[in-house]
């Protein structure tokens, strides 16, 4: 797929003409990324826009003690690292390759003469920015308030999304993910995972064939957030 065509499937660049779509896409290059390889760390210099042609990228924000919290995984089509190409504030967190990468870079000066010229492109910004934030605040409101069970449930019908059944009526997460990527994101420990994970499947409401998590019983699944 060639740069162009991909562009237009970006939610950012849905507003702009073939014509845009064209000379911004003569401004991008690409960058390629191993599993495991760090694309940027919290307080780094943010010069670039990312957007994800392959692959899947995590955002999170390291410990001194080496731990994690993973505040957002994005996938083909995202895009990421615009916040600080608009307040000029260092990276706010690190970016960490979950599998190979392909990505396309915008750098600042192209990112920010796009946006002045496209005032649609604006507004999905904006409205990129807020959905991040009410997730960020969906997420503080989780941990203060549900237990782990809640949590960890809530998560896993989140990371679902619409994927499409198997056919015995499973729902597969398409993401395989290690206890330890799924404890750092619902801020527990690996060890509170793999027992909610047990308890689950004992349950009959998961299925587990190695990392990857399939859902057996959405309903019941959904009362336990509660």
């Known amino acids: 797929m060639d740069p ?6 970006v939610s950012l660049f849905h507003s702009l003409s073939p014509e845009d779509i064209e000379r911004l896409s003569s401004s991008v290059r690409t960058q390629s990324l191993k599993k495991g390889e760090v694309l940027f760390h919290k307080g780094s210099e943010g ?3 990312y957007i994800i042609k392959k692959g899947r990228v995590k955002i999170l924000l390291p410990s001194r003690s080496g731990d994690e919290v993973i505040l957002a995984i994005f996938s083909e089509t995202d895009f990421f690292g615009e916040m600080a190409l608009l307040d000029g504030i260092p990276r706010s967190a690190d970016a960490v390759a979950m599998e190979d990468c392909e990505l396309f870079v915008l750098d600042r000066s ?3 003469t ?5 005032r649609n492109a604006v507004k999905s910004i904006l409205a990129s920015l807020s959905m991040r934030l009410r997730k960020t605040d969906d997420h503080l409101e989780d941990t203060c308030f549900l237990n782990i069970s809640g949590r960890f449930a809530k998560k896993l019908l989140e990371l ?10 499973t729902l597969f997460i398409d993401l395989a993910l290690t206890q330890s990527e799924l404890a750092s994101m619902i801020g527990a420990t690996r060890e509170s995972v793999n027992k909610e994970l047990r308890l689950l499947r004992e349950k009959g ?6 990392k990857r998590i399939g859902i057996v019983n959405m309903e019941r699944l959904r009362r336990r957030v509660h």
């Open 114 to 118: 796009f946006l002045m010229e496209n």
């Open 4 to 9: 162009e065509e991909f562009l237009r499937q």
């Open 47 to 49: 010069t670039v826009l």
């Open 205 to 210: 409401l998961i299925t587990t064939v190695g």
């Open 160 to 169: 679902v999304g619409t994927s499409d059944p198997e056919d015995d009526g």
């Open 110 to 112: 192209d990112f920010l």
